[in-house]
Structure formats: C-alpha cells, structure tokens
C-alpha cells in the first residue's frame, strides 16, 4: 500500500482528478480516497511509489508521501 497526502484535493472533483490520474498508469491499481484526512492510499499492481507521485503531480496536485 502507497499513500500520499493530496493537500489542495479539497472536493470530489479534485478526488476524481487524482484517481483518473493514477489509473492512467496503473489500471489495476485499487485506490481509496479519503477526503476529509486528504489522502489517497493506493494498492498499485505494477507502478512504484515515485510513478504514481510524479502522475498525481502532472494533473496539478501536490503528492507528498504520507
């Protein structure tokens, strides 16, 4: 399990942004979004932590490990 802190995902918008963004790498990947704690736990089946990070940053989120 990976997760990341997603500090500006602030709304279902931004979760489904996120969420979009790490399947287009990893379409095995299971994803859990927690907005309220801003987080995104995610059970990749082939992308490393760093892959999954740099895809959430490119859809203008800021990934930090939590």
Known sequence: MIAFQIT????????T????????LDRAAVVRVDLPTRTIEIDPA?????QLGDAI???DYCAEAA
Do not use: E, I, L
């Not at 500006?8 to 979760?15: N, T």
């Not at 082939?46 to 760093?50: G, I, N, T, V, W």
């Open 8 to 15: 500006d995902m602030k709304d279902a918008r931004g979760a």
């Open 17 to 24: 942004a996120v969420t979009k963004a790490v399947m287009a």
């Open 46 to 50: 082939k992308a490393s932590a760093r």
């Open 57 to 59: 940053r490119q859809a």
